[in-house]
């Protein structure tokens, strides 16, 4: 690891988020489960009694430790490069996508026999009507219209159809275009809850909602504006190295906090830029990967969760609250244990969920964590180092994908400007969906370095 | 707190009127079922009838027990604000020229947490009560008010945009000179009206009442006008129809008689002339520009009120020739409706039983004082309904026509 930023972290906090999140642990008591954490919150926020829901996992966990990906890997990251409005379509995004993970791999066309598509920008078509435009004729096709959460479980669903044989090279692809006016038309139709109970509502869009949500939460935990900011600054430092990134400018602190308000207590800086591009990743066996001389990732561990707490008057947790347990059960590994964490960051409120969701501290203990941590990738807690949504852009679906892939190059050496020194275990997790007044699904990954 | 609303400055006449924009209009067919409520001003959300939980938003089936028997019904409109939030920004044209603009999340008592627009003086985490109001698009809107009353609270722009106040706005009551008129004249003064344009279809034929409605306030202004006859109508649209923001049709013609026991048409004809006739010729002159003037600021054209009677929805064969006049009536004025949406510009049809004047004078009691039907009317403006039975007759007719259409048949022929 590198040094960190000497300012910043607490004594011992400084190698690293493997090595913060063991101090957080063993400064707490080592990490709860989820159900702990959620009965203590209930417990303590004067909002208990609209607050409190069922213990989480208490219906619908399963009880069966889920099978390991052995001989399962990810391979070819790659990034369509990102820009603000396209006249393309968004079957030009995932054929550019489809070509350069073939380009990567040196395959032929017909050595995909599985493709896994997500875009909100393809109707009419789907996956399948893609098929035909791309001239591929795959036996394994997946369409996940599942927004931010769709790298996640596009890799989940990939991962098991090689490993059962059903394919051997699934290529998993994301892309939207932003023409000028897509991004309306996509909100008000984005679904029925939406056009019946958010679109009529001032019509804020995804702005509006997670305005709510940042309300709620600042007042709940205390955290300020300066706690956001923090996260945003340092996103936009890694995005500097990050060539792909479509925000150029050094961001400042006073920067982020003169912006101008666009849903209190959300302002400019606090808001992802929708664009177009795409991203895509290759899943293949093991084996594969090294006679083609890949670099590639193996799967520790996957979780996904749909509807989580749906009793909770308005979220202030996420489904990985539900099954952090059982991600980090499969893999054998602990929060403590991760070197990079690649989160879903359309908002910076919903990266504190994560931190605390995925065992980095305790519910309502992030806005403190933020103030303790550093979080560019020499940082000691390497976080978000492509710059995230917030500063590499939202190219729809691919906004899904971005975590994932960037862990990706992270994991196999191969993140350029943006590497962080000796990373071997990482974390990606997503988070998409706000069907109504909340992000629906969420999932996370956790990640090794392979040998190749 | 609300500041009060500013008298409104004389209009700029070379300025540009801007054109009504509305609020996003598309919903499911289910989602209409609220719509149903808020017309007539009740708050009611989708329950199962298997387990009793409350939806919302509005579902095929049961977010708990998937049941498909959701009945819409009253639920408790208590909730405490979660999350509030100021938006100053909108991807809506209607919205971006209204912002700021409050909206929150509200956990209602009933259960689920809804999004609502927030009223101003709603405090962050406090007790809120929750309406279901008519927003421009003519769809029905949750809009979280204080739980109590708050001083001027009628004049936030929300309450403005979600209702018909007529605070500072100008009204035609078409027939001043009627029973119904004058009091609906002198509602509409008490409720802040800036002027009220009083039409006289009867210049020959003097009435104390109506001139001492005139005398009484300067901000009354008489204007003659006859609903039967197109160049009256047309003469004052000409002269008043640029600045009338809300028109009360209380214009109406009232005689016994059925079918069967005349011997031509006359009498249903002048019913018609003046209940069907009269309301189009009104709303041909005076509609389209109210449609143009529909967001031309604190004194918008927002409203027309027909004042219909509750026989409009079954009839009576004692009034047979009249009742005919009152359902076509209410046809037109369902079309009327349709047409104004398009602006944004509300409908209102006020149902009322017998009310206590000249030509009810046969009709045993109960019958309705004017003044509590011209309250009726204003109150819907203000709060913002659409759909108005106004006393204890027209409430009976409502329900037995809902209960039983058929037995209400029988019951009026008797």
């Known amino acids: 690891m590198s040094p960190a930023d000497q300012s910043e972290p607490a004594a011992g906090d400084r190698r690293g988020p493997a090595a913060a999140a063991k101090a957080a642990a063993a400064a707490q008591g080592g990490i709860r489960g989820a159900g702990d954490a959620a009965t203590r919150v209930g417990g303590e926020t004067p909002d208990a009694v609209h607050l409190r829901a069922p213990e989480p996992g208490a219906q619908t966990a399963s009880p069966r430790r889920a099978r390991g990906y052995d001989g399962v890997v990810v391979t070819a990251p790659l990034t369509v490069p990102y820009v603000r409005y396209s006249i393309r379509s968004a079957h030009w995004w995932l054929g550019r996508a489809l070509a350069g993970l073939l380009d990567t791999a040196g395959f032929a066309k017909g050595a995909v026999d599985g493709v896994c598509v997500s875009s909100f920008t393809l109707a009419p078509d789907t996956a399948v009507g893609l098929m035909q435009h791309l001239g591929m004729s795959p036996r394994w096709l997946d369409h996940i219209p599942m927004g931010g959460a769709s790298g996640v479980v596009a890799l989940r669903r990939a991962a098991r159809a090689v490993q059962a044989g059903d394919a051997e090279v699934v290529a998993c692809i994301a892309g939207d275009t932003n023409h000028v006016d897509s991004f309306r038309t996509t909100l008000s139709q984005f679904s029925r809850f939406a056009q019946d109970a958010v679109y009529p509502y001032g019509a804020g869009g995804p702005n509006a909602s997670f305005a709510l949500l940042t309300d709620h939460y600042m007042r709940q935990y205390g955290a300020t504006r300066e706690d956001f900011g923090k996260l945003c600054v340092a996103q936009r430092a890694n995005a500097l190295k990050n060539p792909h990134a479509l925000m150029r400018k050094p961001l400042t602190l006073d920067q982020y906090l003169a912006a101008r308000p666009i849903a209190d207590p959300i302002h400019l800086f606090d808001c992802v830029m929708p664009c177009a591009g795409a991203e895509g990743f290759l899943v293949m066996t093991e084996a594969r990967a090294r006679a083609l001389g890949l670099p590639f990732v193996r799967v520790r561990a996957t979780i996904e969760r749909h509807n989580a707490f749906p009793d909770d008057a308005i979220q202030y947790r996420g489904g990985w609250a539900m099954d952090r347990d059982a991600l980090y059960a499969q893999a054998g590994l602990a929060p403590a244990d991760v070197d990079v964490l690649e989160t879903y960051d359309d908002y910076p409120v919903i990266n504190m969920l994560q931190f605390e969701d995925l065992g980095f501290c305790e519910k309502g203990e992030a806005p403190e964590f933020v103030r303790r941590q550093s979080f560019t990738t020499d940082g000691s807690f390497p976080f978000n180092t492509s710059g995230g949504q917030l500063s590499v852009g939202q190219a729809g679906a691919a906004g899904g994908y971005l975590g994932l892939v960037q862990l990706v190059r992270q994991l196999t050496g191969t993140a350029g400007a943006t590497q962080v020194e000796g990373a071997r275990i990482g974390l990606a997790s997503g988070f998409g969906m706000i069907n109504y007044d909340r992000g629906l699904c969420s999932g996370a990954a956790l990640l090794e370095r392979g040998l190749s | 707190m609300t500041e009060p609303l500013a008298r409104p400055k004389k209009k700029n006449p070379v300025a540009r009127t801007r054109r009504a924009t509305l609020p996003p209009a598309a919903r499911s067919r289910t989602a209409l079922g609220l719509v149903r409520a808020a017309a007539e001003g009740r708050f009611e959300l989708q329950v199962c009838a298997d387990c009793g939980a409350v939806q919302y938003p509005p579902r095929e089936v049961c977010g708990q027990c998937l049941s498909a028997r959701l009945a819409w019904q009253p639920v408790a409109d208590g909730g405490t604000l979660v999350a509030t939030t100021v938006l100053r920004h909108s991807n809506d044209l209607y919205f971006r020229e209204r912002l700021p603009w409050r909206i929150g999340t509200v956990k209602m008592d009933a259960g689920p947490s809804v999004l609502a627009h927030v009223h101003e003086d709603c405090a962050a985490d406090g007790r809120v009560r929750l309406a279901l109001a008519l927003d421009r698009s003519g769809n029905a809107v949750l809009h979280a008010l204080p739980e109590r009353s708050t001083p001027n609270m009628q004049d936030s722009p929300q309450m403005r945009e979600l209702g018909c106040d007529p605070k500072y706005r100008r009204v035609l009551v078409s027939d001043g000179k ?179 004047e000249e030509w009810e004078q046969l009709t045993p009691p109960p019958k309705l004082a004017p003044a509590a039907v011209a309250k009726a009317i204003v109150a819907a403006l203000v709060d913002g309904r659409e759909d108005v039975h106004v006393g204890d007759i027209a409430e009976d007719i409502r329900e037995r026509l809902r209960d039983n259409a058929k037995a209400l048949e029988r019951e009026l022929a008797r």
């Not at chain 2, 306030?217 to 160049?231: K, M, N, S």
């Not at chain 2, 047309?234 to 049709?249: F, L, S, T």
């Not at chain 2, 009232?254 to 011997?263: F, K, S």
């Open chain 2, 178 to 356: 009627s029973a119904l008129g004058l009091a609906v004249a002198q509602a509409m003064l008490a409720a802040g009206a800036s002027l009220v344009f009083v039409g006289d279809p009867t210049p020959w034929q003097t009435s104390a009442a109506f001139d001492r409605l005139v005398a009484s306030d300067a901000r009354v202004q008489r204007i003659e006008l006859d609903v039967t006859d197109t160049d009256s109508v047309d003469r004052a649209a000409a002269e008043i129809g640029g600045k009338v923001d809300i028109v009360v049709n209380t214009a109406g013609h009232l005689r016994d008689g059925g079918i069967l026991g005349a011997t031509d048409v006359i009498l249903a004809r002048n019913a018609y002339d003046v209940n069907v006739l009269g309301l189009m010729r009104l709303a041909q002159a005076f509609g389209p520009a109210m449609c143009f003037r529909a967001a031309d600021g604190t004194n918008s054209a927002v409203a027309w009120v027909n004042a219909l009677s509750v026989y409009a929805l079954a009839p009576l064969p004692a009034r047979g020739a009249w009742s005919a006049s009152q359902a076509a009536a209410l046809s037109a004025a369902q079309t009327l409706r349709a047409e104004m949406q398009h602006a944004g510009v509300r409908v209102v049809n006020v149902f009322s039983g017998p009310i206590d």
